[in-house]
């Protein structure tokens, strides 16, 4: 596989701590005004992650802003557009799914903090979780690790009518694995011996297999990593490992590229999501998964809501008090 045009972000070296390096070099006004701007952005994307599980139409208008130009990103107004409107096509595709018990395996593989989270909590966001669910395994425990390395995958593969989000999948051994020594030098030639017949028999078996990989700049990496330090609400998210992830980028960077290159194959190829924007990586990405599947409507039948059933011996006892939660709001 050659390298994505999409890899250029990742291989565009920065330094956001530049200003600092030539001594005490006073910070230009433009600079700290950018810095200023994405440190917004950041907290409005934390923002909207609440409102748009509520947001409506009449809402939309009202608290959205005006499309920006800064630096290309994407306007608010114009995101929760364009993401309701692909998330009705993804319930259309739900649908589709159950009505033709159709299996989908969706893996989404990145840098910590490229944004695979988010991507995966838009797509999950209207769907109904029985249906559609996420598989994010932890590291393997003693038994595991004697495994087949693939077999505490297979059990979470779909079945007809379901789709199924791994949040890191199988990849681990050829990144993280790799870079941090969890893996012999024997292991992780064997794991690229034998995943491209490991997903072919998966797509032999009828199941859609699509694999993106999320990809950001250092640049941006290191700022999303202080935005998590400096936000209680996100503080959860920063690992130990991922502090030694940041650490070892030349090395992810190395593992990453040939990991694209090994495992490649024409009935699962790689899909590169470009990700320093992350509204718009979670629209492209949601776009593209939905042009993958020859998905179609699925006629319903008109629901009417039935008459409740009424009887004379009917009598709806009153809560004691005593277990009503407190209204405190």
């Not at 950018?34 to 934390?46: E, G, M, P, Q």
Request: with cysteine.
């Amino acid at each position: 596989m050659q390298n994505s045009h999409c890899d250029r972000s990742e291989n565009s070296w920065h330094s956001s701590s530049k200003n600092t390096a030539e001594g005490n070099e006073a910070v230009s006004e433009s600079e700290l005004a950018t810095d200023y701007d994405r440190i917004r952005d950041d907290i409005l994307d934390s923002i909207d992650e609440e409102i748009e599980a509520e947001i409506g139409d009449a809402l939309m208008e009202r608290s959205a802003n005006p499309p920006s130009d800064d630096g290309g990103k994407i306007g608010r107004k114009e995101y929760f557009s364009s993401l309701l409107k692909l998330q009705l096509e993804l319930v259309k595709l739900q649908e589709w799914v159950v009505a033709n018990q159709v299996k989908i395996a969706v893996l989404f593989e990145g840098r910590d903090a490229a944004g695979k989270g988010g991507a995966i909590k838009r797509i999950t966001q209207r769907l109904n979780p029985r249906v559609c669910r996420v598989v994010a395994l932890p590291a393997p425990n003693e038994r595991e690790k004697t495994q087949w390395y693939f077999q505490r995958y297979t059990p979470h593969l779909p079945a007809g009518g379901e789709i199924v989000l791994f949040d890191r999948s199988w990849y681990n051994r050829a990144g993280v694995e790799r870079v941090m020594g969890f893996c012999t030098d024997q292991e992780y030639e064997q794991f690229f011996r034998t995943v491209p017949d490991f997903e072919r028999m998966i797509v032999d078996s009828g199941t859609i297999l699509l694999k993106y990989w999320f990809s950001i700049t250092d640049e941006e990496q290191e700022f999303r990593f202080q935005c998590r330090i400096n936000d209680p609400l996100k503080q959860w998210k920063l690992s130990p490992m991922d502090l030694e992830s940041r650490r070892r980028w030349e090395q992810y960077t190395k593992a990453k590229e040939i990991m694209l290159e090994r495992s490649h194959i024409p009935e699962a190829p790689w899909w590169v999501v470009e990700g320093n924007d992350k509204k718009r990586a979670r629209l492209n990405c949601i776009h593209h998964l939905l042009s993958q599947i020859p998905y179609g409507e699925v006629p319903q039948d008109t629901v009417e809501l039935p008459d409740r059933l009424h009887s004379d011996e009917y009598k709806r006892n009153e809560i004691p008090r005593e277990v009503i939660v407190p209204m405190v709001y």
